[in-house]
């Protein structure tokens, strides 16, 4: 019988990572070996997974030894020099950080959008998007296959765990410090009590701060940008038009978005409601008249991303706008890239299959191994040879 595939979880210890180990207690068990892995600092503590206690490994290259597939969700400087590392193990590596994500080498894939992108990893790499694109990538996606997408305006209320622990821990402290107060009422008084804004631009608790990522061109954050890029990448249409205006409000975990999408034929709520109401990792929720639509707090711990308040636009017969919620440690990270790692688990047992059949048939399996993983040749690999890879917003952050 055909081995299970191994893997390696590359920052287990973060506040994405045990989302992800979660999620391997709960998903079919299609994996054999687990390793778990974080930072030095980390190393030697425990963490469950499957029902069982494992010793988290500090980092290095022997960890890759025997490993098929590697989830990295480390800060984007981590994975772009370790990425390269382990694809030169023959390691398939999907990378949750910025670092590869705009490289033409490297397919950026949602399961439920792009998922024979998955095969094009000439690099040995597959990304996995930031969380605000992963919020409305799947929605959008199906409406685009319907009608044909032009244009997006987005705008963006991003949690404060898209900053990992230290968002959550910073605005914890900030509630604290206003609680049972009357600050919020004059101009600054919020400044005045929180000195420190943590991670954030500006104080968060009591507030709403239009700043994510940091400063590009043009008065652009990169997380805007991000948004830009990734859904022209993922979609296939490179001149697609897009805007948007990323906000942090002061909600633990959960991203929403408003989203005007303008397509290149006429729309209706009712056809796009059927059209959401079966798109893949989409959860249709919305009834106004009933006080049915999504709130981040509603979505937090859920698989899909939930849509409400759709409506075509008062003077557009081509346009929609929607609001979408998906929580940014589990939808907008831990579970795309575990889905991503699944289909590369098929691909290897499928390989498998071949190898076997053509073994038993005494026919040599052209450019598989014994255990039915395809070996990648990558260029440029170790540490040098990632240099020059692209970058994206908030590092190994959930966004």
């Keep these: 019988m055909t081995r299970r595939p191994n893997l390696a979880v590359v920052g287990a210890t973060g506040a994405v990572g045990e989302v992800l180990l979660g999620l391997l207690s709960l998903r079919q068990d299609i994996w054999g070996e ?40 480390v800060p984007e400087q981590i994975a772009a020099r370790w990425a390269p590392i382990a694809a030169a193990k023959g390691v398939v590596v999907v990378d949750n950080s910025g670092a590869f994500r705009l490289d033409d080498a490297v397919p950026l894939v949602v399961p439920e959008v792009n998922a024979a992108a998955v095969r094009m990893r000439s690099r040995g790499i597959v990304a996995s998007p ?34 990992g622990r230290d968002g959550t821990d910073a605005l914890r402290a900030q509630l604290a410090q206003v609680a049972g107060t009357e600050v919020g009422e004059q101009t600054g008084d919020l400044r005045a009590v929180i000195a420190d804004h943590g991670p954030f631009a500006a104080p968060l608790a009591l507030n709403a701060v239009p700043w994510a990522g940091v400063l590009t061109d ?17 979609l296939g249409l490179p001149g697609l038009k897009v805007s948007a205006t990323c906000v942090r409000i002061p909600v633990v975990r959960t991203h929403a978005l408003a989203v005007h999408a303008v397509f290149e034929r006429e729309v209706t709520q009712e056809h796009a409601h ?4 079966d ?25 899909p991303v939930w849509v409400g308040r759709l409506r075509r636009a008062l003077d557009d017969p081509n346009a929609l706008d929607v609001f979408l919620c998906g929580d940014n440690l589990r939808r ?27 073994e038993a048939n005494g026919v040599e399996a052209n450019g598989v191994e014994a255990n039915g993983v395809e070996r990648f040749r990558v260029e440029g690999s170790g540490a040098a040879g990632a240099e020059g890879a692209g970058t994206g917003a908030d590092g190994g952050a959930a966004g």
């Design 34 to 73: 687990i390793r778990l892995a974080a930072s030095p600092r980390s190393a030697g503590r425990k963490a469950v997974v499957r029902g069982e206690s494992v010793e988290v490994l500090p980092l290095s290259e022997e960890l890759f030894d025997g490993v098929d597939v590697a989830l990295f969700d």
């Design 130 to 163: 930031d969380s605000t694109t992963l919020t409305m990538i799947a929605a959008i996606g199906a409406l685009h296959a319907e009608y044909g997408l032009e244009s997006l305006v987005v705008a963006s209320y991003q949690a404060a765990s898209g900053l």
């Design 218 to 234: 043009g008065g652009w954050s990169s997380e805007e940008r991000t948004v830009r890029d990734e859904s022209r990448k993922i």
């Design 274 to 277: 059927e059209i959401l109401r």
């Design 279 to 303: 798109a893949p990792g989409v959860l249709l929720y919305d009834d106004p008249a009933a006080g049915e639509f999504p709130t981040p707090n509603d979505v937090v711990g859920t698989d």
């Design 332 to 358: 907008g990270a831990a579970l795309n890239a575990l889905q991503i790692a699944e289909l590369v688990a098929r691909e290897i047992a499928d390989r498998a299959t071949a190898a076997d059949d053509a």
